[in-house]
C-alpha cells in the first residue's frame, strides 16, 4: 500500500449529500426525492436528433467550445429568451453540463485567495467548486419563507479580496427567483466594485404564478462582466447527457474554453446535436406547458408537505423546495432526513448542504422533478406521517 494521502484541496472536499442520500435511498428501497434527477420524459425531437446524429456520424471530437450548430441556435435563443447577445464563435462555450461549465468558469478566472460571495441557501457544487480551486467563499444569508435579502448587508459582505459574485436565478434549493430590482442592485454593487457576476440560469424556464426570466447580463453594462451558466438538462429531462454552457465577453470565453479543453476535450457530440434539435425544433407551447406541468407538480406537492406538518417555503421556480423538519426527531438534518425516509420510505437532502451554519438542520430539500405516479405516491407516503 502506497504511504500517500490525497491532496489537500480534496481532503476538504465532502461527498455530496445529494448523492448520498440517493444511495441512502436506493439501499432502503424508497423514493429518490433527492437527486435532481428529472426522470419526466424526454421530448421525441430532442431524442430523434440525437439519434440522427449517431446515425450520420457525429460521434468523434468536436471543437472544444461545441458544435457550430448548437452554439448557433444558442446564440439565437440568447437573444429571444434572456435578452443577452452573444456572438457564437467567440463568445458562447459549450461544456460538460452547467456544473462543469461552472467549473470552468472557476478555473479561469478565480485565484487562490479571491473572495466569492453566495447567497445562502446555496447550491452545494457552487461552494465545492469554488473550495476546489482554492477561492474562498463569503456567504450573504437569505430569509425564509421568501428567501429575501438586505442589500446593505450584500455592501458590508465586500472586502479589497473580493472577486465575484453568484447568483442562482432559479435558484437551487430555495427555488428563489430574483426580482429585477434585486438584480439591479447586485449589478450596481459589480459595477461599483469592479466585480465579475457568475450566475447560473439552468432553470430558466421553470417559472410560476406568471413570473418572468431576467437575465443580469441584459441590464445595462454587465454582459462584459458576467458569466452565464445554462443548460438544457432540466429542461429537456436529459441529466445524464451532461450538455451545459457559458456565456462571457471574448477575453473571459477564450480562458473558460482553455480550461474546457483541458477538462473535458468536448461534449458528447451526438447530445449536442440533440440538445440543437430541441431548440430549434420545440414551440413555445412546450414552454408553456412545462410550466404548467411543473406548477401543478409544485402545488402538489406543497400540499401534501403542509398536510403532513413540515411547512414548505413555496418556490418561485426551479424544481426543488425547502420544508420545515425541524419537528422531526433528531437534532440534525441528516438525522432527520434519515427519519422521514425510514418511516415515510422519501429521500430528502439534508439542509446541512445548504447552509453554512446551525440553521441548515431545520430543512431538508425535495425535488418534484417527478412523474405524476411517483409524485402522487410520495404525497401519500407523507401524509401517512402526519406530525
Given amino acids: 500500500m502506497i504511504n500517500r494521502a490525497v491532496s489537500q484541496r480534496m481532503a476538504e472536499l465532502a461527498q455530496s449529500e445529494i448523492r448520498a442520500m440517493t444511495q441512502a435511498c436506493a439501499s432502503a428501497k424508497g423514493l429518490n426525492m433527492a437527486q435532481g434527477v428529472c426522470d419526466t420524459p424526454v421530448p421525441p425531437t430532442v431524442l430523434q436528433a440525437a439519434q440522427r446524429a449517431i446515425k450520420d456520424g457525429c460521434n468523434v471530437y468536436t471543437r472544444f467550445d461545441g458544435l457550430p450548430e448548437?452554439?448557433?441556435?444558442?446564440?439565437?435563443?440568447?437573444a429571444h429568451y434572456n435578452g443577452i447577445k452573444a456572438d457564437s464563435e467567440t463568445e458562447i462555450v459549450v461544456s460538460a453540463g452547467a456544473t462543469g461549465a461552472f467549473h470552468c468558469a472557476s478555473e479561469a478566472l478565480l485565484d487562490p485567495g479571491d473572495e466569492v460571495i453566495l447567497f445562502e441557501p446555496y447550491y452545494q457544487y457552487h461552494i465545492s467548486a469554488l473550495r476546489a480551486v482554492e477561492a474562498v467563499p463569503v456567504i450573504v444569508k437569505m430569509r425564509a419563507p421568501e428567501w429575501s435579502f438586505a442589500v446593505p448587508q450584500l455592501e458590508q459582505a465586500v472586502t479589497s479580496k473580493t472577486k465575484a459574485i453568484i447568483v442562482n436565478s432559479p435558484g437551487n434549493p430555495s427555488g428563489k427567483v430574483f426580482t429585477r430590482e434585486e438584480l439591479e442592485a447586485i449589478a450596481g454593487l459589480a459595477r461599483r466594485q469592479d466585480l465579475f457576476v457568475f450566475t447560473d440560469e439552468i432553470y430558466e424556464y421553470f417559472l410560476y404564478d406568471g413570473r418572468a426570466h431576467v437575465s443580469i447580463a441584459a441590464l445595462p453594462d454587465m454582459a462584459e462582466r458576467t458569466i452565464t451558466i445554462g443548460g438544457?438538462?432540466?429542461?429537456?429531462?436529459?441529466?445524464?447527457?451532461?450538455?451545459?454552457?457559458?456565456?462571457?465577453?471574448?477575453?473571459?470565453?477564450?480562458?473558460i474554453g482553455a480550461v474546457n479543453d483541458l477538462l473535458y476535450v468536448?461534449?458528447?457530440?451526438?447530445?449536442?446535436?440533440?440538445?440543437?434539435?430541441?431548440?430549434?425544433?420545440?414551440?413555445?407551447?412546450?414552454y408553456a406547458d412545462l410550466v404548467r406541468s411543473y406548477q401543478r407538480k409544485r402545488d402538489r406537492f406543497c400540499n401534501a408537505l403542509v398536510e403532513a406538518g413540515l411547512a414548505p417555503s413555496i418556490p418561485s421556480g426551479a424544481y426543488y423546495v425547502l420544508a420545515d423538519v425541524s419537528k422531526l426527531p433528531g437534532s440534525t438534518g441528516k438525522a432527520r432526513a434519515m427519519y422521514l425516509l425510514e418511516k415515510a420510505g422519501v429521500a430528502g437532502v439534508p439542509g446541512e448542504a445548504f447552509f453554512s451554519g446551525e440553521e441548515g438542520a431545520n430543512f431538508i430539500r425535495f425535488s418534484y422533478a417527478k412523474t405524476d405516479e411517483d409524485l402522487d405516491e410520495a404525497c401519500c407516503r407523507l401524509t401517512r406521517v402526519k406530525l
Fill in 70 to 78: 448548437l452554439r448557433q441556435a444558442l446564440a439565437g435563443k440568447l
Fill in 232 to 255: 438544457y438538462s432540466k429542461t429537456f429531462s436529459v441529466t445524464g447527457w451532461r450538455i451545459g454552457y457559458a456565456v462571457a465577453a471574448r477575453p473571459w470565453a477564450q480562458a
Fill in 266 to 286: 468536448c461534449a458528447p457530440a451526438p447530445l449536442q446535436m440533440g440538445v440543437t434539435g430541441g431548440i430549434l425544433g420545440l414551440s413555445e407551447d412546450f
